[in-house]
């Protein structure tokens, strides 16, 4: 809540990474965060994968994502998603994104 998070990089999620966490983001700024990992999740033929949700990246089977009254602005990733990536294996988890700005950002392709 009411924080900054500013040029982070990783495989996945340069501001915020997890598996089978929820999150509630609430007055946030994510600002220049990089997503740097290839081939995408899971990884496609042999490569060690990531590259996606610059800012937040969210994985794994039931949680909550929750980003209210937040700005991300100038992202970048290699694959997909640009500013966040949610994926619930099993299909139970939810996302939610209200009064929020997402501003500015680059991404690559799935392939």
């Known amino acids: ?23 509630t983001v609430l007055n946030c700024l994510f600002n ?8 995408a999740n899971p990884s496609a033929n042999g490569t060690p994968g990531g ?9 794994g089977n039931h949680y909550v994502l929750t980003i209210a009254g937040t700005v991300m602005e100038r ?7 640009r500013r966040d ?3 619930s294996k099993d299909r139970t988890g939810t996302m939610s ?10 991404a690559g392709r799935f392939r």
């Open 1 to 23: 809540m009411n924080s900054t998070f500013t040029g982070g990089v990783c495989s996945n999620g340069g501001g915020l990474s997890s598996i089978g966490v929820s999150w």
């Open 32 to 39: 220049r965060h990089r997503a740097i990992g290839s081939g």
């Open 51 to 59: 590259g996606s949700g610059a800012a937040i990246y969210n994985d």
């Open 75 to 81: 992202q970048q990733c290699q694959r997909g998603r």
């Open 85 to 87: 990536l949610y994926v």
């Open 97 to 106: 994104i209200t009064d929020s700005t997402l501003t500015h950002t680059r």
